[in-house]
Each structure stands twice: as structure tokens, then as C-alpha cells.
């Protein structure tokens, strides 16, 4: 059974239409990755999934039970966590203080803590530092772990390389790449679309609101059409 089936979803903000029968299925322990222009409509559709935006219609089921109309916070407790674009972590609060909002009123995170550790070292080295003196791609690093700390068995990630140095940038990829190995499923929306359909299994692309294209990854990564709109090759 697919972990996530998107079926037919329409989003309209501001009485503008921005997403138009939008289906989309992820399979479990899969990378998923959404490509498309700015303005597409990606963040979107990441946060209609995630109970942030309300649906005009279609449905949304997650491990076989509908979760739209839900408050954002019971989907994450039902196991879908979303690392927002541009970060969102608390600036002035410890790395281990964003760790532990990520927990949720969990009594005991000790385990997701660790977790969160094995991935990223660093957030251990730094745990009694302010969030807002770490590096970009620490504190993407941060934005990441938070939202593991809720123990997703499906992690949305909103453009994690955005504005980080080359070494992060792989770092980034690799960690992704590391998380699906723990058996947590990924969607992934990347302006790195190179990188996103190298390490995705299935991939989707959105245009002006709608899918214009899917398939298995390695397939789209040579579909001509995909190579000229999103991997800069004639
Ligand atoms: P980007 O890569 O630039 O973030 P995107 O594909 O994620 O692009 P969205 O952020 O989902 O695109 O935006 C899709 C469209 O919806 C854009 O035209 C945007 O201006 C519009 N939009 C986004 N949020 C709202 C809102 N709250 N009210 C009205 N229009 C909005």
C-alpha cells in the first residue's frame, strides 16, 4: 500500500488558484522528489500535505487514512514531518532547545535525540549553542533534525540545499539519502534537480499548478523535455 496517495487535490489562495487535480503517490522508504519553475506551486502542495493550507477538493490519505481537514499538528503526531523552506528555527534558543520543540509533548525524545546525533554530529558538538550562530547549512542541519525529532515515518523536505555552500550541498544529499536508509520515506522539492533525481526514486513535475510529467526518476533525468526546463542541458 502507498504511504501517501495525493488525489486530485485543488488549493486556491487569495481566491487564486494555485494548485489545479493534483495526484501524487508515494511509495514507502522511496525518495520522492517534486521538480518545477518558481512559482509552480511546490511549497504549496508540500504544505497543503502537511494540514498548513485547506484543500477546495481530492483527498489526502496517509498510511491508508484520510489527514486532510486535520490540524497540522495531529499529522504530525500521525507521522509526517515537514522542514519547512527557509529554515524557521529559533534563533535565539539552544540547538538542543529546537531539537526538543521538534519532540513535541513527548515525554521521553532521549531516543530521537540520538538519532538525530548519528545523523548530524555537529548538532551534538554545537547542542548548547544559539541556533542563530550557526552556519547556513548548520542551521539547515537543524531544520532537518527538528523535524526528525517527531520520529516521521514520512519527511517533507522544502528546498534543503537553498543557498548553501558546494560541501553542504552534498552533505545535504547524502544525509537524505542516509534518513531513507533508517526507513524514513522522503519528498523532496529541490531547485538542484540534478541532485534530487540522482538520489530519487520517483519523480514529479509540476507546472503552473498541475503535474505535467512523472515517472521513475533515472526516466525523467533523460526525458528532453526535463533536461531543458530543469537540468540546463540542450
Ligand atoms: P518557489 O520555488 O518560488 O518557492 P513554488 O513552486 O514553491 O515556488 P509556491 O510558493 O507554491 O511555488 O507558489 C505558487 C504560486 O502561488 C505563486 O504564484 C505564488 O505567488 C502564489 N502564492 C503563494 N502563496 C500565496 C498566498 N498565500 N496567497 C496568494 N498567492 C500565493
Redesign the pocket.
Not at 518545477?36 to 502542495?45: R, V
Given at each position: 500500500m502507498a504511504l501517501l496517495e495525493v488525489e486530485n487535490i485543488s488549493v486556491t489562495?487569495?481566491g487564486?488558484p494555485?494548485l489545479r487535480e493534483v495526484s501524487l503517490t508515494v511509495e514507502p522508504q522511496r525518495i520522492v522528489t517534486i521538480l518545477?519553475?518558481?512559482?509552480?506551486?511546490?511549497?504549496?502542495?508540500l504544505r497543503a500535505i502537511s494540514g498548513i493550507y485547506p484543500l477546495g477538493q481530492g483527498s489526502i490519505r496517509f498510511d491508508g487514512a484520510p489527514i486532510h481537514g486535520q490540524p497540522a499538528h495531529r499529522i504530525v503526531q500521525s507521522g509526517l514531518s515537514h522542514a519547512p523552506?527557509g529554515r524557521q528555527i529559533f534563533s535565539s534558543m539552544t540547538v538542543r532547545e529546537n531539537l526538543q520543540l521538534g519532540a513535541g509533548a513527548q515525554r521521553d525524545w532521549q531516543r530521537e535525540l540520538a538519532f538525530v546525533h548519528d545523523i548530524f554530529p555537529i548538532l551534538q558538538q554545537r547542542s548548547k549553542q544559539l541556533a542563530g550562530t550557526l552556519s547556513g547549512g548548520e542551521q539547515q542541519m537543524l531544520c532537518i533534525g527538528r523535524a526528525l525529532m517527531a520520529r516521521p515515518r514520512l519527511l517533507i523536505l522544502?528546498?534543503p540545499s537553498l543557498g548553501l555552500a558546494p560541501q553542504f550541498v552534498q552533505q545535504i544529499f547524502r544525509v537524505i539519502e542516509t534518513i531513507r536508509q533508517h526507513g524514513v520515506t522522503v519528498v523532496l522539492?529541490e531547485?538542484n534537480a540534478r541532485s534530487a533525481l540522482r538520489i530519487a526514486d520517483d519523480a514529479y513535475v509540476?507546472e503552473h499548478?498541475r503535474i505535467a510529467l512523472s515517472g521513475p526518476a533515472q526516466q525523467l533525468m533523460h526525458d528532453a523535455a526535463v533536461q531543458n526546463a530543469y537540468l540546463g542541458a540542450a
Open positions: 489562495l487569495g487564486v494555485i518545477g519553475a518558481n512559482g509552480a506551486g511546490k511549497t504549496t502542495l523552506e522544502d528546498e522539492v531547485q509540476l499548478g
